[in-house]
T-cell receptor, first 115, second 114 residues
């Protein structure tokens, strides 16, 4: 399996809802990332997990809560979001074994709409 | 932190001609420079990358050049085809064993005119 998968593909939620985004990879990669991408903009890094530990949090509001239950799975828990949080949420992974193993591979994304 | 500038923001090229997209970066410690292609509604896909110990890399119709002194790198696409139409992002990062931060350029919308 050479892909990063994400579910769901689309999500519509109200501002009082709690939902979760899921990302999975079976490539043996040990670093996983969450990015947020607004229309016509580049991806913006939110979180980095390396060896299942949170290594970077780019000052993301607490209404976004990441979780890495194991080396293949990455979740993003959403609570009390705002309409401006509507965006494409991308997951990525990289191998993380040596200097030449930091190439990041992206999943297809979850398109989130907050009403 | 790192800052990556990308030009042009839009580029229209006749099919068969070449396209060049340029990026500059600010952090002299950056040592990894990937290029991603993103079609509408799709994921960013890595098309080519280069590391700081190499000045040029080529893969069929795609090539990337790096000038470390000027902190400048460019994407060259030759013999363009309609399927090359997409948004292209350059990026830069510094290898940090799990703490890599990819900083993206603002993107170039490439349109290939048949």
């Amino acid at each position: 399996d050479t892909e990063v998968t994400q579910t769901p593909k689309h999500l519509v939620m109200g501002m009082t809802n709690k939902k979760s985004l899921k990302c999975e990879q079976h490539m043996g990669h040990r670093a996983m990332y969450w990015y947020k991408q607004k229309a016509k903009k580049p991806p913006e890094l939110m979180f980095v997990y390396s060896y299942e530990k949170l290594s970077i949090n780019e000052s993301v509001p607490s209404r976004f809560s990441p979780e890495c239950p194991n080396s293949s799975l990455l979740n993003l828990h959403l609570h009390a979001l705002q309409p401006e949080d509507s965006a494409l949420y991308l997951c990525a992974s990289s191998r993380l074994l040596s200097m030449k193993e930091d190439t990041q591979y992206f999943g297809p994304g979850t398109r989130l709409t907050v009403l | 932190g790192e800052n990556v500038e990308q030009h042009p923001s839009t580029l229209s090229v006749q099919e068969g001609d070449s396209a060049v997209i340029k990026c500059t970066y600010s952090d002299s410690a950056s040592n990894y420079f990937p290029w991603y292609k993103q079609e509408l509604g799709k994921r960013p896909q890595l098309i080519i990358d280069i590391r700081s110990n190499v000045g040029e890399k080529k893969d069929q119709r795609i090539a990337v050049t790096l000038n470390k002194t000027a902190k400048h790198f460019s994407l060259h696409i030759t013999e363009t085809q309609p399927e090359d139409s997409a948004v292209y992002f350059c990026a830069a990062s510094r290898t940090n064993f799990g703490n890599e931060k990819l900083t993206f350029g603002t993107g170039t919308r490439l349109t290939i005119i048949p």
